[in-house]
């Protein structure tokens, strides 16, 4: 009764991934400040560790985090979503996971532990440290990544536009 139709030649199902992202980069960039939410996270084990009354002020941060998230930072969550998609995303967060939890390994197997205030807060600025360097990196990697695949959509697009007919010849071709 009802049968599916085959897609003309030149219509592309709507782009993906990085090429659906229509925003200009200038606008997708995470401004500075935002930086320092995600530092504070990375040192948060740190600072509760060293300041234990420190807690509510954290919950207090993660809930603004997500407030500032999905209103001032709405446009770039489809980038967000994007590089989530992104094995390199994940390998940088499963790598500082892996640093956070390999360090004290280390640490514990050469006798030294991190007890004391003052090597909380140096062990957190080193994890806050990282963690922005890392972040900062894979902001540029997926701005980079995005503008190829604009240049790259742009490209395709401009050897899809067919040729002129050619003019009719009056008699045989000969060579």
């Given amino acids: 009764m009802f049968t599916k139709t085959a897609?003309?030649?030149?219509?592309?199902?709507?782009?993906?991934?990085l090429?659906?992202?229509?925003?200009p980069i200038e606008e997708l960039k995470l401004p500075v400040w935002f930086f320092g939410f995600e530092a504070v996270f990375a040192c948060?084990?740190?600072?509760?560790?060293?300041?234990?009354?420190?807690?509510?002020?954290?919950g207090a941060l993660v809930v603004a985090n997500i407030?500032?998230?999905?209103?001032?930072?709405?446009?770039?969550?489809?980038?967000?979503?994007?590089?989530?998609r992104g094995k390199?995303?994940?390998?940088?967060?499963?790598g500082l996971?892996?640093?956070?939890?390999?360090?004290?390994f280390v640490l514990n197997a050469v006798g030294v532990t991190v007890t004391s205030t003052a090597a909380h807060l140096v062990f957190g600025v080193v994890m806050a440290a990282i963690t922005?360097?890392?972040?900062?990196?894979?902001?540029?990697?997926?701005?980079?990544?995005?503008?190829?695949?604009?240049?790259?959509?742009?490209?395709?697009?401009?050897h899809l536009v067919p040729a002129a007919p050619l003019a009719a010849q009056d008699g045989p071709a000969t060579a």
Avoid at 140 to 158: C, G, M, V
């Fill in 7 to 17: 897609k003309p030649a030149g219509t592309d199902a709507a782009p993906k991934g």
């Fill in 19 to 23: 090429a659906a992202i229509t925003e």
């Fill in 44 to 58: 948060a084990y740190d600072l509760i560790k060293a300041y234990p009354v420190l807690l509510p002020v954290l």
């Fill in 67 to 84: 407030a500032v998230s999905l209103t001032m930072m709405r446009k770039r969550l489809r980038l967000a979503k994007a590089l989530w």
């Fill in 88 to 94: 390199e995303t994940r390998k940088v967060a499963i």
């Fill in 97 to 104: 996971l892996a640093l956070r939890l390999g360090s004290h």
């Fill in 132 to 158: 922005v360097g890392l972040l900062a990196f894979t902001q540029q990697t997926a701005l980079r990544a995005l503008e190829n695949a604009r240049a790259k959509a742009a490209q395709d697009a401009l």
